[in-house]
């Protein structure tokens, strides 16, 4: 089955060494994932950050993960309907600060520790708000960081409108949304044409993801908590976004 032509290896270095803290180094309750706390511990430890992003109503982009605001914050409510005032305004459960808007992370990373910034796009919702939004604020920044999403038409977007900005397409092969047949992750590669994969560690091994790294994609994989987990890492990809165990 075809794949996209692979990206230059200079482009993609920084994705296979390192390891990446999903969401920052969190423990659950102080510091909170996603939080500035948690990036400043992934920081600590010289490991790169994956991060979640959203917009605000006003088209301000923010390190969020959940569409719902009630599990990370006090306030009832979708995230997206409110606008940037009133999240600056918001803190996160715990003693955990405000939801940290992503030029505020790139303001403290500042090219330290590899970025993988993960764009939520939920189902029926349009890539281009969002993407332009983050392309925006990767404009001029300076550190290695990609752009990756479930979303296959987010890498698509950033291929045909931001081509210098790496890009990545998240995928499972098991769940609502997987990617459940072989001929289903093909297509998604060559719609989609990401840099690099990162990839449903359960899923491994897995005979696509052997070819794609073949091809000379770099592969991450997602979420490492167990010692059999890192060992499949270790054989099959190349860089894992993890959580220690116990969180």
Known sequence: MFLPSPPAASRIGFLKSGRYAHRGLHSGQAPLENSMGAFKAAMARGDGIECDVRCSADGVVYVFHDKILDRLTEAMGTFSDLDSRTLDALRLRGDNGTVPRLSTL???????????????????EAVDTLCRAVTAELTHYQGPAAAMSFHPGVSRWFRMHAPDIVRGLVATETGKGGLHTA?????????????????????????????????????????????????????????????????
């Open 106 to 124: 790139l303001s403290l990373v500042n090219g330290a520790v590899p970025l993988l910034i993960e764009l939520k796009i939920d189902t029926g």
């Open 183 to 247: 001929l289903s992750r093909y297509l998604a590669m060559r719609y989609a044409h990401p840099d690099f994969l990162a990839y449903d560690v359960r899923d491994l091994p897995s005979a696509f993801v052997a070819r794609v790294r073949n091809k000379g994609f770099p592969v991450t994989s997602w979420t490492v908590r167990t010692d059999k987990q890192w060992q499949a890492v270790h054989a099959y990809a190349d860089a894992p976004i993890y959580e220690e165990q116990g969180e």
